[in-house]
């Protein structure tokens, strides 16, 4: 499979392996941002980051796929293992951490920050219900 990934890398014009380059770039960005602001999902960017990278630099992708933070997120997903209990816990305090702090730091207004704590809630339920690792 990967020798026909290089065969197709290489049909694609280089104008567009550049594109999809610059653009699985900006797209790990996005997703490591994500990392901290809890209102932006991680995971989806990453992924379309690997896409990006498929097309343009089977390195590229090596090295997210392989990368010690953001691998994970890439991994999990593909191979759809869940999550470990460490993970979702470290995860849910995080995304509660940050969402108090923007709350009651970041704005003043009560409309805002019931929209804060109704996200906050949604993600949690919904790591919640994400598969739990057998093995931690």
Partial sequence: MEEN???????LPKLYRYFYLISGILLV?????GIFLPVLP???????A???????????????????VLGMYIKNYQVKT???????????????TMILLSAFLLTDKFYIKLILLAI?????????MIKTKSNI
């Avoid at 990934?5 to 049909?11: D, F, G, H, R, S």
């Avoid at 690997?50 to 010690?68: D, G, I, M, T």
């Avoid at 816990?89 to 995080?94: A, C, D, G, Q, T």
């Fill in 29 to 33: 960005a996005i997703g490591v941002i």
């Fill in 82 to 96: 869940g999550l470990s209990i460490r993970a979702k816990v470290f995860n849910i305090i995080f995304l509660w």
């Fill in 50 to 68: 690997s896409a990006c990278f498929v097309k343009s630099s089977p390195k590229a992708n090596e090295w997210l796929r392989n990368h010690k």
């Fill in 5 to 11: 990934t290089k065969v197709k890398n290489l049909e």
């Fill in 42 to 48: 991680t995971t989806i960017f990453l992924i379309l």
């Fill in 120 to 128: 906050a809630v949604g993600v949690t339920i919904h790591l919640l």
